[in-house]
């Protein structure tokens, strides 16, 4: 069955069938190209340190280059890392061996604010938060003892407009959006008539609440064209080793250069271009314009690195890995012979999302991305923990299973999927040793048992919600991150004031309306307040009370610190909710003066 489940048990404890076409459609999706992979490895080996492999006489070429030769079994001396095994008569295979665990020190602790960065915008900002507000969040932060910053993915759209709102489509989990840049901090932009004159402009766009990511994207493009004409000819060996250095970026360079000529994802540009090794892109780098068009998205992304690095550096920043990428995007186009062609991944309807998820993202086919030595994977673990304090995998249980839905169906009618779990979490493991970054597994809704274990065995932290806990904060487990609530889910304001619920109701959602007031209650108990407690105090005690928890890291949000009601995305809702597009009420530098922060920092900083 090809890891196809034909039931699973749901949050609720009930069990359900998966439809016989559903299971049928899927197959078909797994077989795919029957051909398989291009390129792909004979075999790939995952190991952890000091396990034994009995594997006859064979080479192993290490990753630095070295060699060893073996008669019989793999020398329990094996340094980590990503090597090759090549047997007598066979094909070379990838062998990659993993500490036993991730980077968890046993004396970390930390408190952090939770940032939507795009929604904390400052009085600089060209309409949206940028990395130099999120360098100025950090210094603000770390003057309150906080250890930790959780950022929103910054994951790349596709440069055509309009530009993708929602930072968990990206076209790319490997490379990061534009958007995010602080123009004026780039090399070459102080100066500049012209960059100098977009600015007010752009910043006018801070007027108002919702983002017009459009807008921005046309600001930043025309000063970002205006700077690299001015800089593309000089020397820079810092740009220089970053291209030499990056899995992966000339072929996104290519991606972005040829959405751009055909203002389209890559299924409706001309077929010589729908691959990335067909003979068609290798010729585009013997063309001047597509050439330096090529160095120019290069050159984007080292700025963005370079501004990343430098807020990363005053409080360590955990990044967010999205579940997917866009199926007309670049990771799709890369990686395209290892995807379940037709197929998107959702979640099954839950208590608070009755009519399940459908995501739209493409999964990966298990046995496919083996077969290619997981270096799919490899490269977007390792770019997102770059310059990163730790990583929270969104859908950790995607690591273990996808719930796999066939085009045209409801996401009640999909089935799970199992991949190779222990293979991936031991790739995250090496990863995370090697960025010394601590990794937070989101594991809510429909989870195994079995795979919160495998979760723990490596030291991933799990995810707990003051909003879904039964218990109180205090008996929250150590080895998590305690949280209020997420960008799907109510703030502190929407829910007490009422206003998330009505919203719900507005949009015909169906809300679980007895789960909300069952929330509520326990949150009047917890916190001790009435139904006329004032919204800041009830902010302020359900703080006191997350930071209680012995938990390794507690985090509060901006969004709860400034008292927004409404939540950063509607689960279930395109066009009727501004999804990741509300900005803060205020500019973050109102935040140095605000009694409410003051006091949710005094709270989770015990």
């Not at 190209?33 to 080996?45: D, F, I, K, M, Y």
């Not at 820079?236 to 970053?242: I, L, T, V, W, Y």
């Not at 304001?493 to 007895?514: F, H």
Request: proline content about 7%; some cysteine.
């Amino acid at each position: 069955m090809a890891g196809i489940q034909t039931e699973y048990v749901d949050a609720l404890g009930e069990r359900h069938a998966a439809p016989a076409e559903t299971i049928r459609a899927i197959q078909e999706a797994i077989r795919g190209n029957v051909a398989g992979p291009r390129g792909s490895a004979h075999q790939t080996l995952v190991l952890t340190e000091r396990e034994k492999l009995q594997t006859g006489p064979a080479e192993i070429v290490l990753e630095d280059g070295s060699s060893r030769t073996i008669d019989r079994a793999l020398p329990r001396d094996m340094p980590a890392g990503y090597h090759q095994i090549k047997r007598r008569g066979g094909e070379p295979s990838r062998l990659i061996i993993a500490p036993a665990t991730c980077y968890l020190p046993g004396s970390f602790r930390a408190w952090g604010w939770a940032i939507q960065l795009y929604a904390a915008r400052s009085r600089r900002s060209w309409g949206i938060g940028d990395l130099g507000d999120l360098r100025w969040l950090g210094k603000w932060a770390a003057g309150q003892k906080a250890g930790i910053a959780l950022i929103n993915p910054l994951a790349a759209a596709t440069p055509v407009l309009p530009q993708q709102p929602s930072p968990y489509f990206p076209s790319s989990r490997r490379f990061r959006n534009p958007l995010y840049l602080r123009i004026e901090d780039i090399p070459g932009a102080r100066g500049d008539a012209q960059v100098a004159a977009i600015a007010p402009n752009a910043r006018a766009l801070n007027e108002k609440r919702e983002i017009d990511r459009d807008a921005i994207f046309r600001f930043k493009n025309t000063a970002l064209e205006r700077i690299w004409e001015t800089v593309r000819g000089r020397t820079d060996r810092g740009f220089e080793r970053f291209r030499r250095e990056q899995s992966g970026l000339a072929q996104y360079a290519v991606f972005a250069t040829l959405a751009e000529r055909f203002r389209t994802g890559w299924h409706l540009w001309p077929q010589e271009f729908r691959h990335p090794t067909s003979p068609a892109i290798e010729r585009l780098h013997d063309d001047p314009r597509s050439r330096d068009r090529i160095a120019f998205h290069m050159w984007t992304q080292y700025q963005i690195d370079r501004q990343l690095e430098r807020a990363s550096s005053v409080v360590p920043v955990m990044q967010d890995l999205p579940i997917g990428f866009d199926a007309d995007g670049a990771d799709a186009w890369a990686f395209q012979d290892v995807l379940a062609e037709g197929i998107s991944v959702g979640a099954p309807p839950d208590e608070f999302n009755t009519r399940g998820q459908d995501w739209g993202l493409p999964p990966f086919v298990p046995d496919k991305l083996r077969d290619v030595g997981y270096e799919p994977f490899v490269q977007t673990i390792r770019a997102c923990l770059r310059h990163a304090g730790g990583l929270r995998i969104d859908h950790a249980m995607g690591l273990f299973r996808l719930f796999w839905i066939p085009p045209g169906a409801e996401p009640r009618d999909g089935a799970y999927v199992r991949g190779h779990a222990s293979d991936l979490l031991s790739i995250v493991a090496l990863e995370s040793q090697r960025a010394k970054a601590v990794i937070v597994g989101e594991d809510l809704g429909t989870v195994e048992e079995e795979a919160r274990e495998q979760l723990s065995g490596k030291k991933i932290l799990s995810y707990r919600l003051l909003w879904f806990e039964k218990v109180a904060p205090s008996k929250f487990p150590e080895r998590a991150l305690a949280a209020v609530t997420t960008h799907d889910l109510p703030t502190v304001a929407g829910l007490w004031s009422g206003v998330d619920l009505e919203s719900q109701k507005r949009l015909g959602l169906s809300p679980n309306e007895n789960g909300t007031a069952e929330i509520r209650e326990r949150i009047k108990r917890l916190t001790r307040s009435g139904d006329d407690t004032s919204v800041d105090d009830v902010i302020v005690r359900v703080h006191e009370a997350l930071g209680r928890a012995r938990s390794r890291i507690v985090t509060g949000t901006l969004d709860d610190a400034m008292a927004v009601e409404e939540r950063p995305n509607m689960p279930a809702t395109t066009d009727e909710w501004p999804n990741w597009r509300l900005a803060l009420p205020e500019p973050i530098e109102t935040l140095a003066r605000s009694t409410r922060a003051r006091r949710i920092a005094r709270a989770l900083r015990r």
